[in-house]
């Protein structure tokens, strides 16, 4: 239809395509070592620390002879979801290492495919650590404070 009313070209619009592949390809990159970035320095960082805050308690609990059933649990839920975490985020780079070597449209149909989900896999034990750890540790804005503290 381009080509048929004057527009564009067959060889500028496959141009056009190209450009636009390596654009979504550059985005999702970024995006991707964005994610590694936070989740590597900042949150799996503060989780441990709040599992450490958490085990130290429990223990000073357990020796002044009070239940600590409920740290106990809590302790259980954020190793999990940091080994989730954890595991998610090295994931994640080797993929992205994997991508930075393709190119072209390749490249943005794994991104696609295979970064994105990936990604998505990565940001589910995060969100749900952002609603357990305290706040104080947590080291950017949580949802609640972008949503109501604007």
């Keep these: 239809l381009m080509e048929e009313f004057g527009v564009l070209t067959k060889t500028e619009m496959l141009s056009r395509y190209e450009v636009e592949m390596e ?3 550059k985005i999702l990159n970024i995006e991707a070592l964005t994610m590694i970035d936070m989740a590597g320095k900042d ?3 503060a989780v441990a620390e709040y599992g450490g805050k958490l085990a130290w308690s429990a223990n000073q609990a357990m020796q002044a002879g009070m239940d600590v059933s409920v740290q106990r649990e809590m302790l259980a839920r954020v190793n999990v979801l940091l080994r989730q975490t954890s595991d998610a985020l090295a994931d ?3 993929k992205q290492e994997k991508m930075a070597a393709l190119s072209g449209q ?3 149909r794994y991104a696609h495919d295979v970064i994105c989900p990936a990604m998505e896999v990565l940001r589910a034990p995060v969100d ?3 609603m357990i750890v305290d706040g104080r540790l947590w080291p950017m804005p949580t949802y609640g404070d972008l ?3 604007v």
């Design 23 to 25: 654009h979504y390809s």
């Design 43 to 45: 949150i799996v960082p």
């Design 92 to 94: 994640l780079r080797a």
């Design 106 to 108: 390749e490249q943005a």
């Design 128 to 130: 749900h650590l952002e």
């Design 147 to 149: 949503l109501f503290n």
